[in-house]
């Protein structure tokens, strides 16, 4: 056994620097965080790596919008599977809308009256979701009818992204780069509700299948596979079962709040998955354990910057 290192700092150090100390000490929180960085900088350097990013939480009210952009811009992700809110929350910053600043503890009967949604200490005008409704009621019926008929959400996505205005989007970076943005749970989100009421006047058909059919031509065509999962639910299970059917990841990390005591996929460890073929093996995995919001930009920072 080697020696815990303890982690020294002092005033001219950088982010890559941290993390060489925190990879000395080889435990706990620091020395899983410097794993994942490794793995990361290894996917982003290995060409033969195709590399998806998967989101579930609040990702994009949180201000991590313009990183997942960069990753899809700066080509260092091929495929994005998220929930349909972070499609949903990407989308209204498009038009116009920002999120606030709030408070967790403020009172909600308030926030109503005042006509303003709460997620934890983010709040967000509820007549954004109005100007959602409009908007994307406009581009569906931009979009050719025959179209719209048996369509797979991953080009439903992109054809939405193709007529955003601004330049700041996930969608709109994602159709400028051919990247498909698999949303398995679309419906489950307002954009998905928008999408149902224009469905009932018009015609809008969503073959849920048209995207697994994607998802399993990238993952086949792959040399490598790598997986970066931020926090679990539908987008985490939808990426790893998939995998399966090539043998599972290569290499992957994801960063959790959830526990595993409970047997939720959320909080299962990635070591569990090697038992369902959705990993390889456990050389190059790792589970890091906090705040997404936090350790995901420092972790991207620091493995760019080591590419660089």
Excluded at 62 to 91: F, K, M
Excluded at 280 to 299: E, R, Y
Aim: charged share 25%; proline share 4%; glycine share 8%.
């Amino acid at each position: 056994m080697r020696n815990v290192n303890q982690i020294d700092i002092n005033p001219n150090m950088n982010v890559e620097d941290l993390v060489d100390e925190m990879e000395k000490t080889g435990v706990l929180g620091p020395g899983s965080f410097s794993k994942a960085t490794k793995i990361v900088s290894e996917i982003f350097r290995d060409k033969k790596y195709t590399v998806l990013l998967t989101l579930a939480g609040p990702l994009v009210p949180a201000g991590l919008r313009s990183i997942i952009r960069y990753l899809i811009e700066e080509n260092y992700i091929q495929c994005l599977v998220t929930t349909g809110a972070n499609v949903t929350h990407d989308l209204v910053e498009s038009f116009g809308y920002r999120h606030k600043i709030g408070d967790s503890s403020i009172n909600d009967m308030h926030l109503k009256d005042r006509g303003l949604g709460r997620i934890y200490d983010i709040c967000i005008e509820q007549k954004a979701f109005e100007k959602l409704e409009k908007e994307i009621h406009k581009i569906l019926e931009d979009i050719p009818m025959n179209k719209r008929r048996g369509i797979s959400s991953y080009e439903l996505l992109w054809e939405i992204g193709d007529r955003l205005k601004k330049n700041d989007s996930i969608l709109k970076a994602a159709r400028k780069q051919n990247v498909p943005i698999i949303c398995p749970c679309l419906q489950d989100s307002i954009l998905g509700l928008n999408l149902w009421t224009f469905s009932q006047l018009k015609t809008l058909g969503l073959n849920s299948l048209l995207d697994l059919d994607k998802l399993t031509e990238i993952m086949f065509s792959a040399k490598k596979l790598g997986a970066i999962i931020l926090g679990g639910g539908v987008p985490k299970h939808h990426t790893l079962i998939a995998s399966t059917l090539r043998g599972g990841f290569d290499a992957a990390i994801q960063i959790t709040l959830d526990r595993p005591e409970g047997g939720g996929l959320s909080g299962a460890p990635l070591e569990e998955a090697i038992s369902w073929k959705k990993v390889k093996s456990d050389k190059k995995i790792v589970t890091v354990i906090g705040d997404v919001t936090m350790l995901f930009p420092l972790i991207i920072l620091s493995s760019i910057r080591k590419i660089a």
